[in-house]
């Protein structure tokens, strides 16, 4: 099935080369690939220096994205006012996608977490028919969630509420797709029932790399050499739901289980104080840990394709990481935490392992057996990259297209049929 060519309005706020995560790039993907598939995609983002000159990309939308300071932890810092502005409306915003909108079949918004629900709103004046993707819980409101978790019982928290799910629901944010059936359930507990699932797609660069191997005769896992440790690679940003010092404690585990191992922890962004107390739990494993943070993207593949086992040993519930799919394409064994979605990706024993979060002994007892036991980590590595292909970039896309024909009430053009 395939879709007739649309002029579609991507909106985000974060769009490369500002990169904070899984979600910017995964947009990014998703907008090159529906290019290539023939549609005509312009991005609305945020204000930023480096997106200058970028073709069909309209950074015009608040709040900036220059500067030092983390705009997420920035949001906690604000005042009432301007988080009503960054999570609810912001009328710049509106205006913004008022004047983005002009000549656009739909729009198709990614994260609006500080973006406000303006670009909806501006659709729904508009009469511009919507699609909203979502890797994160942003449609229950930051402000909400953090509220809770410091003052649960507070009546005002209770009336932010209430006042967030009636204006939410007076937008309409239409038609959602969720990354994970974990967080289309997590979303449907704050309100929002009936998101349908599209599991993301393996990174673009990331096929590429794996094509290139192939091509170069490298095709599957990489084999241990004789007496070579296991080398074990965690990507993930070194902040507490992680999990790294769990990984740490179960490094140090399989160790005194007789595992041979090495481990490199791969981050985008540290917090201080916690990359302080990794290095406290790493000082007894001697040699064998490295930090390795703020790599170019290149530099991070040369990482994947150096190592045997990829670890996300996360402890919150991570909707679904693009690190699992990472590893899975390069012919890595990929161990997850049963925190959150990236479990969907797997199953355990069979293309990967799962263990329990926080549980430093089942994961130490999944490090040791596979340093142990090479022929089950090819095997397992060999399944994961078959898992990948099901996977792929193409399939989430044609997930996207279904979805945005549906949202314009239009049927998917059968297969041959020219567009």
């Given at each position: 099935?395939?879709?007739?060519?649309?002029?579609?309005?991507?909106?985000?706020?974060?769009?490369?080369?500002?990169v904070?995560?899984?979600?910017?790039?995964l947009?990014?993907?998703?907008?090159?690939?529906?290019?290539?598939r023939?549609?005509?995609?312009?991005?609305?983002?945020?204000?930023?220096?480096?997106?200058?000159?970028?073709?069909?990309?309209?950074?015009?939308?608040?709040?900036?994205?220059?500067?030092?300071?983390d705009?997420?932890?920035?949001?906690f810092?604000?005042?009432?006012?301007?988080?009503?502005?960054?999570?609810?409306?912001?009328?710049?915003n509106?205006?913004?996608?008022?004047?983005?909108?002009?000549?656009?079949?739909?729009?198709?918004?990614?994260?609006?977490g500080?973006?406000?629900?303006?670009?909806?709103?501006?659709?729904?004046?508009?009469?511009?028919?919507?699609?909203?993707?979502?890797?994160?819980?942003?449609?229950?409101?930051?402000?909400?969630?953090?509220?809770?978790?410091?003052?649960?019982d507070?009546?005002?928290?209770?009336?932010?509420?209430?006042?967030?799910?009636?204006?939410?629901?007076?937008?309409?944010?239409?038609?959602?797709?969720?990354?994970?059936?974990y967080?289309?359930?997590?979303?449907?507990?704050?309100?929002?029932?009936?998101?349908?699932?599209?599991?993301?797609?393996?990174?673009?660069?990331?096929?590429?790399?794996?094509?290139?191997?192939?091509?170069?005769?490298?095709?599957?896992?990489?084999?241990?050499?004789?007496?070579?440790?296991?080398?074990?690679?965690?990507t993930?940003?070194?902040?507490?739901?992680?999990?790294?010092?769990v990984?740490?404690?179960?490094?140090?585990?399989a160790?005194?289980?007789?595992?041979?191992?090495?481990?490199?922890?791969?981050?985008?962004?540290?917090?201080?104080?916690?990359?302080?107390?990794?290095?406290?739990?790493?000082?007894?494993?001697?040699?064998?840990?490295?930090?390795?943070?703020?790599?170019?993207?290149?530099?991070?593949?040369?990482?994947?394709?150096?190592?045997?086992?990829?670890?996300?040993?996360?402890?919150?519930?991570?909707?679904?990481?693009?690190?699992?799919?990472?590893?899975?394409?390069?012919?890595?064994?990929?161990?997850?935490?049963?925190?959150?979605?990236?479990?969907?990706?797997?199953?355990?024993?069979?293309?990967?392992?799962i263990?329990?979060?926080?549980?430093?002994?089942?994961?130490?007892?999944?490090?040791?057996?596979?340093?142990?036991?090479?022929?089950?980590?090819?095997?397992?590595?060999?399944?994961?990259?078959?898992?990948?292909?099901?996977?792929?970039?193409?399939?989430?896309?044609?997930?996207?297209?279904?979805?945005?024909?549906?949202?314009?009430?239009?049927?998917?053009?059968?297969?041959?049929?020219?567009?």
């Amino acid at each position: 099935m395939s879709v007739r060519p649309l002029s579609i309005l991507a909106v985000t706020l974060r769009y490369p080369p500002y990169v904070a995560g899984g979600y910017e790039l995964l947009t990014r993907d998703a907008v090159e690939t529906l290019r290539e598939r023939g549609h005509r995609v312009r991005v609305l983002c945020g204000a930023g220096a480096r997106l200058a000159g970028a073709e069909d990309v309209l950074p015009w939308l608040a709040p900036g994205l220059d500067g030092e300071e983390d705009l997420f932890e920035r949001s906690f810092r604000a005042s009432n006012a301007e988080r009503l502005r960054l999570h609810v409306l912001r009328l710049a915003n509106y205006r913004a996608t008022r004047r983005a909108l002009v000549g656009a079949d739909v729009l198709l918004f990614f994260n609006l977490g500080m973006v406000s629900l303006a670009p909806v709103l501006a659709a729904r004046h508009a009469r511009v028919p919507t699609l909203g993707f979502l890797s994160d819980a942003w449609p229950a409101n930051h402000w909400v969630l953090s509220w809770r978790e410091r003052a649960p019982d507070s009546l005002r928290l209770a009336l932010l509420e209430r006042f967030w799910r009636g204006f939410r629901e007076l937008v309409d944010l239409g038609p959602l797709l969720a990354c994970s059936a974990y967080l289309a359930r997590r979303l449907a507990g704050e309100g929002l029932p009936g998101i349908e699932v599209a599991h993301l797609g393996v990174p673009r660069d990331v096929e590429r790399a794996a094509a290139g191997h192939a091509a170069a005769g490298h095709d599957g896992p990489r084999a241990r050499a004789s007496n070579e440790p296991l080398r074990v690679l965690c990507t993930s940003s070194l902040w507490e739901g992680k999990g790294q010092d769990v990984l740490l404690a179960a490094a140090a585990r399989a160790l005194e289980l007789g595992a041979e191992l090495e481990l490199v922890l791969a981050a985008g962004s540290a917090r201080p104080e916690f990359r302080a107390r990794l290095e406290a739990l790493a000082a007894p494993l001697g040699g064998r840990v490295a930090f390795r943070e703020r790599l170019p993207r290149a530099e991070l593949l040369d990482e994947l394709a150096r190592a045997h086992v990829l670890v996300l040993p996360s402890t919150w519930g991570e909707p679904f990481a693009l690190a699992v799919l990472e590893g899975l394409a390069l012919g890595l064994a990929v161990v997850a935490s049963d925190a959150g979605g990236s479990p969907e990706a797997l199953r355990d024993g069979v293309d990967g392992r799962i263990t329990p979060a926080g549980d430093v002994e089942a994961l130490a007892r999944a490090l040791a057996d596979l340093a142990r036991d090479e022929p089950r980590r090819l095997a397992l590595a060999r399944a994961g990259q078959a898992r990948a292909r099901e996977l792929a970039q193409g399939r989430f896309v044609e997930r996207l297209e279904l979805g945005l024909a549906r949202a314009r009430g239009e049927a998917p053009l059968r297969a041959g049929v020219a567009h």
